[in-house]
């Protein structure tokens, strides 16, 4: 089971970019790293996923070095609503359950 | 865009009373989970079920609880004696792959309170 470690909590303006980092050391060589945005009193929804280099999509982008033991999730222009917990995951080991940490809250500002 | 659904929104019951906790998956989506969130905490991994059968299940899921798919588009969870601790917020969710994959679609939970 690889441990992920990520910032307790960012603060950001309207219009920049956000760019929030997860270290896992101990990834393995087949896990991929996921990521989930959560807002108040919602489910997690799902973000984005990836193995390596690099994996962009509608919402946001995500950056994994060669050696893998750390991954950046890259938010565009962030607004008001993408303030949320951003929860980055890698593989429990078991199935497909998803194991959560508290998570990177993100507070954007006007 | 297809959802997962959960009803009802929040349920208030007293100690001791049996729930159920109910849930629509999306519709070609085989593999279901739970999980839970109590106020302020992390959302907690609960269990999973596929094909007729749980896959896993975590040491929060004891003989007090248990899941079902009644038929081929509900997907339920039952507390049968509740506790105060067992207040949370419940999320179902769903995915189309299994193993390997984690792009779980969930719903927006049952705000479950116990007093």
């Known amino acids: 089971l690889a441990k992920t470690t990520q910032p307790i909590s960012m603060d950001s303006y309207e219009g920049q970019e956000v760019n929030i980092t997860c270290s896992h050391n101990n990834i393995a060589t087949n896990d991929y790293i996921t990521w989930y945005q959560q807002f108040p009193s919602q489910g997690p929804r799902f973000i984005i996923q990836g193995y390596k280099t690099k994996v962009t999509n509608e919402v946001a982008s995500l950056f994994i070095p060669a050696d893998r033991k750390s991954s950046t999730l890259s938010l565009p222009r962030v607004s008001l609503s993408d303030t949320a917990v951003y929860y980055c995951?890698?593989?429990?080991?078991?199935?497909?359950?998803?194991?959560f940490g508290a998570g990177t809250r993100l507070a954007v500002h006007p | 865009e297809p959802e997962v659904t959960q009803t009802p929104s929040h349920q208030v019951t007293q100690m001791g009373q049996e729930v159920i906790l109910r849930c629509v998956p999306i519709s070609n989506h085989l593999y279901f989970y739970w999980y839970r969130q109590i106020l302020g905490q992390k959302v907690e991994f609960l269990v999973s079920f596929y094909n007729n059968e749980i896959s896993e299940k975590s040491e929060i899921f004891d003989d007090q609880f248990s899941v079902e798919r009644p038929d081929g588009s509900n997907f339920t969870l039952k507390i049968r004696s509740t506790k105060l601790e067992d207040s949370a917020m419940y999320f179902c969710?769903?995915?189309?792959?299994?193993?390997?994959?984690?792009?779980?679609?969930f719903g927006p939970g049952t705000r479950l309170t116990v007093t």
């Open positions: 995951l890698v593989p429990s080991g078991g199935y497909n359950k998803l194991i």
């Open positions: 969710a769903s995915s189309a792959l299994g193993r390997g994959s984690h792009e779980q679609y």
